[in-house]
Structure formats: structure tokens, C-alpha cells
């Protein structure tokens, strides 16, 4: 395959095509229920390991992004520390109750966890917890790359989740092909489609709100004044707007 950008974009837009015909329900579901915990006072969080760090990151203060959200990160494993040793971390289900704690969700609560592979031992620890706790737990992972790992569906993340969403990225995450290489990764673009995605349903939930849940970017107008109420309505529970 000559690889180019034409090919790049051809293959994105026919994964991102697949999450929106396939997947479509469960995310307007998802949004639904996020929308109404929202509305009874319950908070988001949301978590993942390797590069799917920066999806979490993403729902950090972005114009645009839902106001109601925390993500969960740690220095073991958002490269801090190197990408070696993360790479190890996401493998390490005991680090799992040491990072929830640090960011205490309470029952009623709700958390998206991302994790590619769908196979990490860190993640679906993480899930279990949640699930013990009492969240409501999504997760976003390929489907397909998980049962190419494992035939058994204990070892996989959907499996300790009220909702899974595919993000039907190919085994191995790279859509492109040079010879025996795989080139150019997608599930971290997928990913933050899928997020942006739950923000745009969940916006229809809650548009009716008087202070609007969705941050402003801070170079428009009025925007510093919109983002400092939702700050200080959030950072009770959101240790980044300290």
C-alpha cells in the first residue's frame, strides 16, 4: 500500500463511519444516563492507561467539553515517569486501588474507562472497583483486538462494564500497512470522537440548564466569567481546578 495522507483519511473516516452506524445507540445512551446522574448531583470520571491517558486528559477544561468531569491521572502511568515503566504500570492491577482512592468517587458516580486492547490487567482492575463502589461504569475498547489477545471473556475490560462501546480500531491499532510495519494509529482519534460525542448528546439533556455545563474557550468574550462559575462549582470535586 502506498501510504499517504488520502489513504490516512479514507481509513479514519470509514472507523469513525462503522462507531457512528454501529455504535450509535449506546452512546446516545450512555449520554442519557451521564446527562441525569449530572442533573441528581453525581460526578464523571474518567480514566485510561498508555496514550489513552490523553483522552482523559482532553475532558480537562477543553472549550467545548463537559464542565462535570475529573480525569484520573497518575505519574506511573502518563509517561512521567517514562514510557517504559507505564507501559509496565497498565500491566499492574495492584496499583488499581491506590489511584481510585487518590480521586475517591462516591457511589452513584459515574466513569468511562479507556483502555485499546481491552486486556490490561490495570484497567479492568480499576473497572472492578468501580463496580464494587457502586459507579456506573463505561467502557471503550476494541472489540476486536480484545478477543485476538484472549478467548476468555474474564480477561476482558467490556466484561466488568454496565455499557461497553467499540471503538472498533483494527488488532494492533495501526490502519496502515508498509510491508510487515504498521503505520498510523487510530484509537486515540476514535477515542475523542467518542468523547466528543457523549458531550454533544449530553448537551441536548442539558441545554435548558442556567449555568451550562460545557466550558467556554477562555480567548472568547465573556469566557473567563462562564469557565470561573463552573470552576467553582466543580472544584470540590475536581482537584485540577484547585
Not at 498508555?50 to 505519574?75: M, Q, W, Y
Not at 473497572?127 to 463502589?133: E, L, M, P, T, V
Request: aromatic share 10%; glycine share 4%.
Amino acid at each position: 500500500m502506498n501510504i499517504s495522507i488520502e489513504k490516512f483519511t479514507k481509513k479514519i473516516n470509514e472507523i469513525i463511519n462503522r462507531v457512528l452506524n454501529k455504535e450509535k445507540i449506546k452512546i446516545k445512551r450512555v449520554a442519557e444516563i451521564l446527562s441525569k446522574k449530572y442533573l441528581e448531583g453525581n460526578h464523571l470520571y474518567i480514566f485510561g492507561t498508555g496514550h489513552n491517558h490523553c483522552i482523559a486528559e482532553e475532558s480537562l477544561h477543553r472549550a467545548g467539553a463537559f464542565a462535570g468531569v475529573t480525569p484520573i491521572l497518575d505519574k506511573r502511568t502518563d509517561f512521567s515517569l517514562g514510557i517504559l515503566k507505564a507501559s509496565a504500570n497498565e500491566k499492574n492491577k495492584f496499583l488499581a486501588k491506590k489511584i481510585f482512592e487518590k480521586y475517591t468517587p462516591q457511589k452513584n458516580d459515574s466513569i468511562i474507562i479507556f483502555s485499546n486492547s481491552g486486556v490490561n490487567k490495570l484497567p479492568i482492575e480499576f473497572s472492578k472497583i468501580a463496580k464494587k463502589k457502586g459507579l456506573f461504569v463505561v467502557t471503550v475498547l476494541s472489540i476486536k483486538y480484545a478477543n485476538s489477545l484472549t478467548s476468555k471473556s474474564d480477561n476482558i475490560l467490556s466484561n466488568y462494564s454496565d455499557i461497553y462501546i467499540n471503538n472498533h480500531s483494527p488488532i494492533g491499532d495501526t490502519i496502515l500497512k508498509s510491508n510487515s510495519i504498521g503505520v498510523s494509529s487510530s484509537s486515540t482519534i476514535i477515542g475523542i470522537f467518542i468523547l466528543n460525542s457523549l458531550w454533544s448528546e449530553m448537551h441536548k439533556h442539558l441545554k435548558r440548564e442556567k449555568l451550562l455545563p460545557f466550558y467556554k474557550s477562555s480567548n472568547l468574550p465573556y469566557g473567563n466569567l462562564h469557565n470561573k462559575k463552573l470552576e467553582n462549582k466543580f472544584k470540590s470535586k475536581n482537584i485540577f481546578l484547585r
